[in-house]
């Protein structure tokens, strides 16, 4: 495979590198991902992140692990072995299944490299596509909110939610943006913040316990978010703390756009009951670890409930913002998302 980079992933050398994410903003140091297992441990520990991301950079490692001579046989166990990585994320799944199909071709090779290097090109135009959508329901002045971290860390291209936010600045029309620090992993404190100011997009930085507040007091126009999963009714996976805000922001009548690609709809999943959610390690609550290292401030052994993700119910969303288009809560209650 010839060199190739993002923001987040390396090809050099037919291996694969990615940018830990756990080591932002203090580090920028790339890991290899060169194994099944090396992969899988960085997606469990969150140095690969975000549900686009996740499903190029298995798809990416598959096509080399054929490149470097694979049979069919084991590329096939290390998919399943991928699949499973991360349950929530049916990016994963959709992109997974692609290379599956793919290695059912004669020169199967040849067609995994092409699918996983067509997988890329395409999150790039459909993060575009987002983006331009998305930036049209941004009015001049606008003091946007978003929730953990969209970017192009999370993807092959601009992002999803912040690509929308980027895009809308360069328009002229975002005044700030109201950055959930996003406990209890910080994605939003730690990554969204870093890349809001290296696009030069006015941002605060606040804690998840103050939206409410910014919304009594009328300073959020609107809240933006990504998602893991869509499910055929609209409801949406997406990281903890998202219902949170769905939840406030229609009690203050504010917006609440969700921005994703078609790879993130799950036809076959009815409703948000239906959407498995991850439960993480207790120690991500009781304490907090970094490249600046380690504290714990909870007792020890004490009891932790930690999913990773909660569902938004269509019901409180305003619009979901795809690479095809907006589709309203009208489209939705007529079926749109069951059609794909």
């Known amino acids: 495979m010839q060199p190739l980079q993002t923001t987040s992933l390396r090809v050099v050398d037919n291996h694969l590198f990615i940018l830990d994410q756990q080591a932002l903003p203090q580090q920028k140091q790339w890991l290899p991902a060169s194994t099944v297992e090396e992969l899988v441990g960085h997606i469990h520990a969150l140095r690969v992140r975000g549900a686009p991301l996740i499903g190029l950079s298995a798809s990416l490692l598959l096509a080399l692990l054929a490149e470097q001579g694979a049979n069919r046989d084991q590329l096939a166990q290390a998919l399943e072995t991928l699949r499973a990585a991360r349950p929530t994320a049916v990016n994963l799944m959709n992109n997974l299944d692609r290379m599956k199909r793919a290695l059912t071709q004669e020169h199967f090779v040849a067609a995994l490299t092409a699918e996983a290097l067509r997988l890329i090109d395409e999150d790039k135009q459909l993060c575009d596509n987002i983006a331009v959508a998305g930036s049209a329901l941004v009015t001049p002045g606008s003091r946007l909110l978003t929730h953990c971290n969209t970017g192009g860390l999370?993807?092959?291209?601009v992002g999803t939610a912040l690509g929308v936010i980027a895009l809308a600045h360069q328009q002229g029309n975002v005044a700030n943006v109201w950055v959930?620090?996003?406990?209890?992993?910080?994605?939003?404190?730690?990554?969204?913040?870093?890349?809001?100011?290296?696009?030069?997009?006015?941002?605060?930085?606040?804690?998840?316990?103050?939206?409410?507040?910014?919304?009594?007091?009328?300073?959020?126009?609107?809240?933006?978010?990504?998602?893991?999963?869509?499910?055929?009714?609209?409801?949406?996976?997406?990281?903890?703390g998202t219902y949170s805000l769905a939840v406030l922001a229609k009690f203050h009548h504010v917006p609440f756009y969700v921005a994703a690609p078609q790879t993130t709809l799950d036809p076959h999943c009815p409703n948000g009951d239906a959407i498995p959610i991850e439960q993480r390690a207790a120690g991500e609550v009781t304490g907090v670890a970094g490249s600046f290292g380690a504290v714990n401030w909870a007792p020890e052994n004490a009891a932790v409930y930690n999913p990773a993700f909660d569902v938004t119910p269509a019901a409180l969303i305003s619009g979901w913002v795809l690479d095809s288009g907006v589709v309203t809560p009208s489209d939705v209650a007529n079926g749109i998302f069951q059609l794909h």
């Open 180 to 240: 959930d620090e996003t406990r209890p992993l910080l994605q939003g404190g730690r990554l969204t913040a870093w890349e809001l100011g290296e696009l030069g997009v006015p941002y605060q930085l606040i804690t998840d316990s103050m939206a409410a507040s910014l919304m009594a007091k009328g300073l959020v126009d609107a809240v933006w978010v990504g998602a893991d999963r869509i499910a055929a009714n609209g409801d949406v996976a997406n990281k903890i």
């Open 154 to 157: 999370a993807t092959a291209g």
